[in-house]
């Protein structure tokens, strides 16, 4: 069977999903760098998905964008995981429910 | 070229005003000093007054006067000024001599007073008042000087506070006056509207000269009459009179003072200063306002010595006497006689000085014993008082010859009977004579002769400082009728600007004998009467109605009590009322209505408006714990609730497309 591109949204969306759960119930910063990735991913293969489906004669756009989206995401990861070394540098912790300074 | 004692006339009532001010400073316990400033300020006044008299005898009829602007307001200047003129000087000598011999009794007299000093200051500030009234060249001047001797009067007829007797002659004294003076105020208000100016004299201006009199014109009546009221308060005249026998409650030379020299004196002054108001148009010397005088005079003369031969207080005899005396000399001035009702009142000064003087001695060696019939047989216990007392007694009576009293009575009988109104005030006079002798006797008869009574036990004669007053003013009495006699009537020339002719001829009269045979017949009457008294009058066995309604002083202050004080007490517990209930009760419903509107404002407030903010308030602080609950500060709860929207948003872009 060969794989269409509902086969690859699904598989997406379910990433997104796995993603998304995480970053929400984990209770872990690092976790959710994680989960944030994950979804990061989901979007990446979404655009991969869409440009290896579409016209045959297009540039190959989706994957340049999946290409800048991860390095950028590097360098979001770099700078989030300073965060949360920082964090956890002040706070002793890194669980996020009792970062909770933001509180109105 | 005027004399320099013109300029520094007003030096006169300074002279003891000073001394009364010295004196209220200097603190109560320095005794002699009172009493030697209080003399002294008399002394000097008296060697002033000397000083001024001298010239007014250089022409007859002489007149001068110093005026000055005193403030100016608007275009108004008010001007006061002094005048000399016989009657001035006359009146300053009498002043001042009788009130120096008062001083110097009272350093007997007051003794033994805690409060002698200020008693010398207040007679100080009596005698600077009462010569400032005489000196004054204008009529304000005079009703300053006027209100400051009403003053000093209620201060010393209450000298001795602590009885609420004296307290209320007091309060009788000023109350009475002022109500007289509120009449004199209007004539002097209507006086300055008339004329422009109140200054007597002032080179043919002043208002009591013709450009002045010609402007008052027919007003003058009025005018007169509103003066009077003045005079007639302070006098003692009908129907104000009540106020001078409740002013015996004072010590007996404040009596001797009001009754000889300052208070009464100077109705009648007044009356002789002002008399061109009175006699403006006068037809064969007859006006309306000068027939009104002599009525109150004859009324006041009458009545008094009725009432006076029926008391039974040493001094209230001695007070109703002054009364109908004063009676007489306002009968005098009324039917033309000036210079007669003038030398009345100076010979009538130095007697009832000195018969208050002796009831003054009387009093003071009884211990304080003022009811007649207590007394009795002083007559060899206080043989010098007796003496005076009985000169004193005949000067008053009018026993012809050698008495001041007689020449100047004679002198006002002969002018009545030639008024030509009427005749029967001189008739009424020729019985006041008699009562008058008849009282006086009767007096004489109670206090000095008979058997000694409860009071008179160990009586003796008083200290030499309370006898030498005495001596001076029995000499003065007999002395004065020198210049009184027709045969020499120097000081009737004196006053009334004529040069007086020696002529012994004149000397004896029919008049004389006249009054000769009244005297008598009164002297004879009290002696016939009187000669055995006891503890009742004789005449209030024969007529004890009559007697009773003269006792009482005819019953004119329990006449004032239902009708004059009934009426104002009414009208001021209605106006009380008014007040209370009326007026306060606007004030309170203002008040009420007020305090609806606050409540109901507040209730609108409070139910209205602040309700609807608390509501508000309220709903705003729930929102804001129910939005804050949501504001955990967890970034995941935000993302989850991102996450929540966005699938919102999703399902509603699908369920729409």
Known sequence: MTPTLTTFLVVSAALFCVGLLAALSRRNAIFILIGIEMMLAAANLNFVAFWRFGHESQPPTGVMIAIFAIAIAAAEAAVGLALVIAVYRHYNTTNVTRLDRLKG | MTPWIVTYLWLIPTAPLAASLIILRIGNSRR??????????????????????????????????????????????????????????????????????????????????????????????????????????????????????????????GFWIHKPSAAAAAKKAFITTRIGDIGFLLGIVWLYSGSGTLLFYDNGRGCLENAGLLAIGASSTLIALLVFCGAVGKSGQFPLHVWLPDAMEGPTPVSALIHAATMVAAGVFLIAR????????????????????????????????????????????????????????????????????????????????????????????????????????????????FLTYAVGMMALSGVPLFFSGAWTKEEILHTTARWPQSQAPHSLMMLGVV?????????????????????????????????????????????????????????????????????????????????????????????LIYRKVGDTDPLQRHQPGLFRFLEDKMWLDELYARTVIASSRTAARFSDWMDRYLWDGFVRAFGGLGQLLGILTKGFDERGINAGVDEGVVGARGLGRFMSAAHSGRIQTYLGAVAVGMLTLLLVYAWLA
């Not at chain 2, 007669?340 to 009142?345: D, E, F, S, T, V």
């Open chain 2, 32 to 157: 002699t000093g009172a009493a030697t400033l209080a003399i002294l300020g008399q002394i000097s006044a008296l060697a002033l007054a000397v000083a001024a008299f001298l010239p007014t005898l250089q022409t007859p009829g002489y007149r001068a006067f110093h005026n000055l602007s005193w403030f100016t307001f608007g275009e108004q200047t008010v001007r006061i000024g002094w005048l000399l003129d016989p009657l001035t000087a006359a009146m300053l000598l009498m002043i001042t001599l009788v009130s120096l011999c008062i001083f110097v009794f009272s350093i007997g007299y007051m003794a033994n007073d805690r409060n002698f000093t200020r008693f010398f200051a207040y007679l100080s500030f009596f005698t600077a008042a009462m010569l400032g009234v005489v000196i004054a060249n204008s009529l304000l001047l005079l009703f300053v000087c006027w209100e400051l001797v009403g003053l000093a009067s209620y201060l010393l007829i």
């Open chain 2, 274 to 385: 002002v008399y061109p108001l009175f006699s403006l148009g006068a037809i064969g010397g007859v006006t309306p306002s000068l027939t009104v005088v002599v009525w109150i005079g004859v009324i006041t003369a009458l009545m008094a010595s009725l009432i006076a031969v029926a008391q039974f207080d040493l001094k209230r005899v001695l007070a109703y006497s002054t009364v109908s005396q004063l009676g007489l000399m306002m009968v005098s001035l009324g039917v033309g006689g000036v210079a007669a009702g003038i030398m009345h009142l100076l010979a009538h000064g130095f007697f009832k000085a000195l018969l208050f003087l002796g009831a003054g001695s009387v009093i003071h060696e009884t211990h304080d014993e003022q009811d007649i019939r207590k007394m009795g047989g002083l007559r060899g216990s206080m043989r010098l008082t």
């Open chain 2, 435 to 527: 009562l008058t002798a008849l009282y006086m006797t009767r007096q004489m008869l109670y206090v000095f002769f008979g058997n000694p009574r409860a009071a008179s036990g160990n009586a003796h004669e008083s200290p030499s400082i309370m006898k030498l007053p005495l001596i001076v003013l029995a000499a003065c009495t007999i002395a004065f009728s020198v210049v009184l006699t027709p045969a020499w009537p120097w000081l009737h020339g004196y006053l009334s600007g004529n040069a007086a002719h020696l002529n012994f001829a004149l000397l004896i009269q029919p008049m004389l004998f006249v009054s000769l045979a009244l005297v008598v017949a009164g002297v004879a009457l009290g002696v």
